[in-house]
């Protein structure tokens, strides 16, 4: 798939006065990695396109019950794969965003907004169905790491393409496994281009599944919390009703009947929902009725806590401790997903017992500073008491204050955090940035250091860009796009009457 500009795209494709105003809230890593091709048309509208951090990895809906003041009736969809609502003229769309300066390199999650004014045309409305038809979210990867196949394949054997145009319209004739043998299996880039009971194995694919992942995490986690608060502080004990006491995995029937009644719930399923090969058990449950044992020792003496290729949500509970292990077994090792919620350890280069640390790009407008986060997590529990921050470039902090920068109280003059509703997530703390009058942005670089109950330690770079923004009116552009200087572009419109666009005005 070729790799498209899509300022540019948007630029050449609408017409005379329909304007795309695009407005970007950018206070994580945000390389926005999409493409959007749609028609043209014509009329006074306007289609805009917001996107903000999601640092909570809240699904849409999630985000949206938390976030919006006046709610309507949101419907469930999907673009690109990803879990999307739709309320009326504006759809929410949580979809991942990946940071390649790092290794491995780091997933943040973003809420895109689209919505299209009040009264528009049908034109424009078409328009609106045409972006959301066609929008491609994490271009760079899918350049990269290209189709997949679905798996697991069809035993229907081949010696050319046309054998599987009976039965598997649309097959192609291939050999996976280099064995030899071919079979009638179909390419793919995400879940939906496969026929049912069958998942799309690209890196597109398994990259949506995480996302997917880690917003049902979430939520489960919200849900047990609730139930705790409602019986004194202990989580939900399953002492029967399931395979094993206290133990209950997704493709399990107490996962449901069990779990979720008691939770008063219904559950999220692992999007692949299966369980890797256990011979001598039941092929979907891993179970041995007869033995009364599963095939593995779920994690409790060191070993796998799934067998090997599961996909599966485990929920543990040690009533004892009064704690609980709620995991699943990611298929990416991108940093920034929870090694808490990883069943069996894959952390990808960050050793497991080493704290997991988010710090990423931050842009805000000069003035009120707020809205710059950190997160980290460690199976060892975070002590935020000894987190530093120190000045990276410009390297001292009275650096920093020469250039605008206005320290909170009680801050030691320097960059601070606070606490947020999630324990795991910081919001850094200054009082206020305003930039010097010769400086239409600032760039400042810090690190931060984290520990763990262990004394186990990480750190890494953040980057915050201060920016004063500047807009079509303040520059008196007529046409054309602007860099709005705080990592956006704004669509200033098209000339009409014969006249060109040049240099941002109608000649």
């Known amino acids: 798939m070729a790799k498209y500009n899509w300022l540019k795209l948007l630029n050449s494709l609408f017409t005379p006065f329909l304007i795309v105003a695009i407005f970007v809230a950018l206070f994580v890593i945000c390389q926005h990695d999409f493409w959007l091709p749609v028609q043209a048309a014509q009329g006074p509208d306007a289609v805009g396109i917001k996107v903000l951090p999601n640092p909570e990895h809240l699904a849409p809906l999630s985000w949206y019950n938390k976030n919006i003041e006046k709610k309507g009736a949101p419907q469930s969809t999907v673009v690109d794969g990803y879990q999307a609502i739709r309320d009326g003229r504006s759809v929410y769309i949580n979809a991942a965003n990946l940071d390649y300066q790092t290794n491995p390199s780091t997933l943040y999650t973003n809420i895109y907004i689209i919505s299209y004014n009040q009264g528009a045309t049908s034109e424009t409305v078409d328009i609106f169905g045409q972006l959301l038809k066609n929008w491609k979210f994490n271009v760079a990867l899918v350049d990269n790491g290209g189709e997949g196949w679905c798996l697991p394949q069809t035993d229907k054997s081949c010696t050319k393409d046309e054998d599987c145009q009976d039965k598997y319209k649309g097959f192609n004739c291939e050999d996976l496994g280099n064995s030899g043998q071919k079979v009638c299996t179909k390419s793919c880039l995400l ?92 092929a979907i449950t891993c179970w041995n009725e007869l033995k009364k044992t599963f095939a593995t020792d779920l994690g409790k003496t060191g070993g796998e806590v799934l067998p090997d ?199």
Not at 203 to 227: C, E, F, H, M
Not at 230 to 248: H, V
Not at 330 to 350: I, M, V
């Open 191 to 282: 879940d939906a281009d496969c026929p049912d009971n069958t998942n799309c194995f690209s890196d597109k694919s398994k990259l949506v599944r995480d996302v997917r992942r880690l917003s049902d995490l979430i939520a489960l986690n919200a849900t047990l919390q609730n139930y705790a608060n409602k019986n004194n502080s202990k989580y939900i004990s399953l002492p029967s009703g399931s395979y094993l006491p206290d133990t209950t995995i997704s493709v399990w029937p107490s996962w449901q009947d069990t779990f979720g009644k008691g939770l008063g719930t219904e559950l999220p399923l692992d999007p692949v929902n299966k369980l890797g090969l256990c011979p001598n058990f039941d």
């Open 309 to 507: 290729n599961s996909h599966a949500y485990v929920y543990l509970y040690d009533s004892a401790k009064n704690l609980y292990k709620l995991c699943t077994n990611f298929e990416t090792n991108y940093a920034g997903l929870p090694a808490k919620h990883r069943c069996d350890a894959w952390s990808g280069q960050t050793p497991v017992n080493q704290p997991q640390l988010i710090v990423g790009n931050c842009v805000r407008p000069e003035g009120t500073f707020d809205k710059c986060y950190i997160a980290a997590y460690s199976p060892n529990q975070i002590d935020w008491s000894k987190t530093k921050i120190t000045p990276v470039n410009p390297n001292t902090w009275a650096g920093w204050s020469a250039l605008g920068w206005q320290w909170a109280s009680g801050s030691g003059n320097q960059l601070d955090w606070k606490n947020t509703n999630l324990p795991s997530h910081k919001e850094l703390l200054a009082s206020r940035v305003d930039l010097p009058a010769n400086r239409n942005f600032g760039i400042f670089v810090y690190n931060v250091i984290v520990y763990d109950l262990q004394n186990n330690s990480n750190s890494l770079e953040g980057v915050i860009r201060i920016c004063s923004p500047q807009t079509c009116a303040s520059l008196g552009a007529e046409c054309g796009q602007i860099d709005d200087n705080c990592g956006g572009t704004l669509m200033c419109g098209s000339c009409s009457g014969g006249k060109q666009c040049t240099n941002n005005k109608c000649v």
